[in-house]
T-cell receptor
């Protein structure tokens, strides 16, 4: 089954404790992206990747890091989480960024205390 | 910077009605536009993808149109059903290789 898998789905952590949200897709997609969704602000792009070892900032990259060492994986790293990073995070992938349908993961709800 | 507006923000209709959701965007230099559906607590599901060279796309009871020059897209849902209740989001994809999402239209179809 074609899917985008995120882990963890739910996480409560404390300020400053490094965490990683993993994202994996099984469709051999070139393009992958991370979004956060906040009430009243909608979905905003954090980082995206056009292919292995190619990443770029989205609209709200501050406080986040990503890497794309393999085509299937695109982890989101919060080096020192802060309460303003409490949000619902989505990973997505598509075959090509400009013509491909975007597939989303189920989301990861993160709370930073 | 691309700005996307969806009207109405919420819509409640009786089952069986045909309805139109609107999406407008400020930067017409887009590569494509997607319509998504989001159910509460879930991820987004792509409904229709319209390339910039296309005028419309159809899938079952759904029809999406695109007028790039005027910065508008519409999603038409025929014969609505309670299972169509969800939030619908549009997202144009621009030259900056980014998708910009609208805030969505929350649709409720009453049995």
């Amino acid at each position: 089954e074609a899917q985008v898998t995120q882990n963890p789905r739910y996480l409560i952590t404390v300020t400053g404790k490094k965490l990683t949200v993993t994202c994996s897709q099984n469709m051999n997609h070139e393009y992958m992206s991370w979004y956060r969704q906040d009430p009243g602000l909608g979905l905003r792009q954090i980082y995206y990747s056009m292919n292995v070892e190619v990443t770029d900032k989205g609209d709200v990259p501050e406080g986040y890091k990503v890497s794309r060492k393999e085509k299937r994986n695109f982890p989101l790293i919060l080096e020192s989480p802060s309460p303003n990073q409490t949000s619902l995070y989505f990973c997505a992938s598509s075959r090509l960024w400009d013509t491909g349908e975007l597939f989303f993961g189920e989301g990861s709800r993160l709370t930073v205390l | 910077k691309q700005e996307v507006t969806q009207i109405p923000a919420a819509l409640s209709v009786p089952e069986g009605e045909n309805l139109v959701l609107n999406c407008s965007f400020t930067d017409s230099a887009i590569y494509n536009l997607q319509w998504f559906r989001q159910d509460p607590g879930k991820g987004l599901t792509s409904l229709l993808l319209i390339q910039s060279s296309q005028r419309e796309q159809t899938s079952g009871r759904l029809n999406a149109s695109l007028d790039k020059s005027s910065g508008r897209s519409t999603l038409y849902i025929a014969a609505s059903q309670p299972g169509d209740s969800a939030t619908y989001l549009c997202a144009p994809s621009g030259s900056a290789r980014q998708l910009t999402f609208g805030s969505g239209t929350q649709l409720t179809v009453l049995p």
